[in-house]
């Protein structure tokens, strides 16, 4: 199995930032494609941002040129940055990654268990 573990959530005001990180580990053969996904009270989960093991991150249109994603593949970690926070970035966030346990198993997705961001004056 793979566990996906994020941090760095909290209570911040509007305009301010955030750094979330994830962190897999576990029986991991490779991990794939690295994603931070968020859901609001009453909303459905949205992608935020998709992070290759190589390449260029994409980003929600909600969230571009204010989040950056990047990631340490030696470390099997993934990192949002989250700069000019606005009140509807409110959210639970998730960490989401394709992972396999083996050379020869199946890719499975992950999901971490969310970090709570709160954007409040």
């Known amino acids: 199995q793979v566990q996906l573990v994020e941090s760095g959530g909290g209570l911040v005001q509007p305009g301010g930032s955030l750094r979330l990180s994830c962190a897999a580990s576990?029986?991991?053969?490779?991990?794939?494609?690295m994603r931070w996904f968020r859901q609001a009270p009453g909303r459905q989960r949205e992608l935020v941002a998709a992070?290759?093991?190589?390449?260029?991150?994409i980003y929600a249109d909600a969230v571009k040129g204010r989040f950056t994603g990047s990631r340490d593949n030696a470390k099997n970690t993934v990192y949002l940055q989250m700069n000019g926070l606005k009140p509807e970035d409110t959210a639970v966030y998730y960490c989401?990654?394709?992972?396999?346990?083996?050379?020869?198993?199946?890719?499975?997705?992950?999901w971490g268990q969310g970090t709570q961001v709160t954007v409040s004056s």
């Open positions: 992070i290759p093991s190589g390449g260029n991150p």
């Open positions: 989401n990654a394709d992972g396999k346990t083996d050379r020869f198993g199946v890719w499975k997705s992950y």
């Open positions: 576990g029986s991991i053969f490779s991990i794939a494609g």
